[in-house]
């Protein structure tokens, strides 16, 4: 049986700390909303995203429980900070001061993880080193070899799994023992109930990045009832994507994991809180910034790039949460589906209609979906056969 073992507050405040990315990350959208300034936020966040993984596995298996644990961790969360300053002009003027922050954050993530794994560590911590090279090296040019370099960072580290799983099973073969350790500390042995706290936690802090973009796109806006409706509908539908997650999924999730041999949770991890959960953050961020261009324009025909943003945001969170229940096996998903789809046809409902009614609409998908979805749910239908069960006798 696993030793309980929780999130603390020093990673709590890591997460926030990395949030600030994703606000800044926001705000880079709702000033660029063409398909240049989509690819740099994704570049940028897809990069960000996987040292954040890094940090999550790391204290998961090196808890900052000792003093210089705790300042090394600190450390990283001021380069994180430098990364984060440096998000609006990471593709310009900005591009090396993002990429010497982005390395500091590798080298504390590899001299931390030492202390539980030692040399071993090189297998994951080199690829890491040469991902910043290449995004500090992307700072010194401008147009398509900047691009490259981003490109190639991103390369790197979908290219780093493989080669640390590989290496751990070709250890296997050659001596056993040796390699299960290596197996079941490097790539397993992670402690399922942090695992998934930990990233619900980043998840929630994330979705109350949605809730300012509803009180930075009001600004000084004076509070109608018009205003007051529209605040109303952005929470309505981020509090649908929240429930889609935390009542539906996180304690099923937790309990995947927890059956899940440990020398396997590695992949699982992968999957579901890496490739899975880069689309739900990215859909929670560019619906923020779908909603901070239109909170001042409800009653307005919306341009196509907040039309797009509004729908497209909550697609990308369905797209990316049904990845995440279809890695881990837990169901249904039909509604969530049918909401994507109905949630990107209502972009013609804010461009040819008013934002107000695009957010309607969003509205009533997302809840439908929820309510739909409730009365399928295993609770549900456990509560109807004890319902008849009493009823019959």
Not at 114 to 131: D, E, I, K, M, S
Not at 141 to 163: E, H, S, Y
Request: some cysteine.
């Amino acid at each position: 049986m696993e030793t309980e073992h929780r999130v603390s507050t020093l990673e709590l405040f890591f997460d926030l700390v990395f949030v600030f990315t994703i606000t800044q990350l926001t705000v880079l959208l709702a000033d660029d909303l063409t398909p240049r300034g989509a690819g740099q936020v994704v570049l940028i966040f897809t990069v960000l995203f996987w040292m954040y993984g890094g940090y999550a596995h790391l204290t998961n298996q090196v808890p900052p429980d000792r003093t210089v644990r705790r300042v090394l961790l600190m450390l990283a969360m001021g380069a994180f900070m430098v990364c984060a300053l440096a998000v609006p002009t990471a593709f310009g003027a900005g591009g090396v001061a993002f990429g010497l922050g982005y390395l500091l954050v590798v080298l504390v993530h590899g001299a931390l993880f030492t202390q539980a794994h030692g040399r071993g560590v090189l297998w994951f911590a080199l690829p890491n080193v040469l991902c910043a090279l290449a995004v500090t090296a992307a700072g010194f040019f401008d147009g398509l070899p900047a691009w490259g370099l981003w490109l190639l960072a991103l390369l790197l580290q979908f290219v780093t799994p493989v080669v640390v799983q590989r290496v751990a099973a070709s250890g296997a073969a050659a001596e056993p023992e040796a390699a299960e350790q290596t197996v079941g500390d490097q790539l397993g042995g992670m402690n399922a109930a942090h695992l998934v706290e930990r990233h619900g936690l980043l998840l929630i802090i994330v979705f109350g990045e949605s809730v300012i973009a509803i009180g930075i796109g009001v600004g000084s806006l004076p509070l109608s009832a018009g205003i007051a409706g529209g605040a109303f509908l952005s929470l309505t539908i981020a509090s649908a994507m929240w429930w889609m997650y935390f009542v539906r999924d996180e304690g099923r999730a937790e309990g995947v994991f927890a059956q899940t041999p440990p020398e396997r949770r590695f992949k699982l991890a992968m999957a579901a809180y890496y490739y899975a959960f880069l689309p739900v953050l990215l859909g929670i961020a560019v619906f923020a910034a779908g909603v901070k261009k239109t909170i001042g324009h409800l009653g307005e025909h919306l341009h196509t790039g907040p039309a797009v943003a509004l729908a497209g945001g909550v697609a990308l969170y369905l797209a990316g949460n049904l990845l995440f229940r279809a890695v881990l096996g837990i169901g249904p998903s039909r509604y969530r589906a049918t909401a994507l789809v109905l949630a990107l046809a209502t972009v013609p409902v804010g461009t040819g209609w008013t934002g107000a009614g695009q957010l309607v609409a969003l509205a009533v998908v997302l809840v439908g979906a929820v309510v739909a979805e409730g009365g399928r749910s295993p609770a549900a239908r456990a509560r109807a056969t004890a319902a008849e069960s009493v009823t019959g006798s």
